[in-house]
Nanobody
Framework: QVQLAESGGGLVQAGGSLRLSCAAS????????MGWFRQATGQEREIVAA???????YYAESVKGRFTISRDIAKNTLYLQMDSLKPEDTAVYYC????????????????WGQGTQVTVSS
């Protein structure tokens, strides 16, 4: 059973940076695809970025050029470096994992972390 735990969220001013981490355990070494999703209050969960092994596979248009997804296989840790943050980036951020190929659909991911709040003030 893959277990995921996010950390690194917080309050930051617009234009600032945060780095989210997602520690994986319980068989995560064989997980192919991982992703970061976010859910703002009253909105649907949306994909932010995805990675297959160590190759970034997808970025949402709204974060391209500002966010960077990466993965340290040896540490079983997924990262999301978020720069030039905007108030509209405010949301709970979740990491997710799946075996097999990447997917942009949240329903394709069986393993989820508990989420970490990111708040960007204007």
């Amino acid at each position: 059973q893959v277990q995921l735990a996010e950390s690194g969220g917080g309050l930051v001013q617009a234009g600032g940076s945060l780095r989210l981490s997602c520690a994986a355990s319980g068989g995560a070494f064989s997980v192919n695809a991982m992703g970061w999703f976010r859910q703002a209050t009253g909105q649907e969960r949306e994909i932010v970025a995805a990675i297959t092994w160590t190759t970034p596979t997808y970025y949402a248009e709204s974060v391209k050029g500002r966010f960077t997804i990466s993965r340290d296989i040896a540490k079983n840790t997924l990262y999301l470096q978020m720069d030039s943050l905007k108030p509209e980036d405010t949301a709970v951020y979740y990491c997710a994992a799946k075996f097999g190929g990447y997917s942009a659909s949240s329903s394709a991911y069986p393993y989820w972390g508990q989420g970490t709040q990111v708040t960007v003030s204007s």
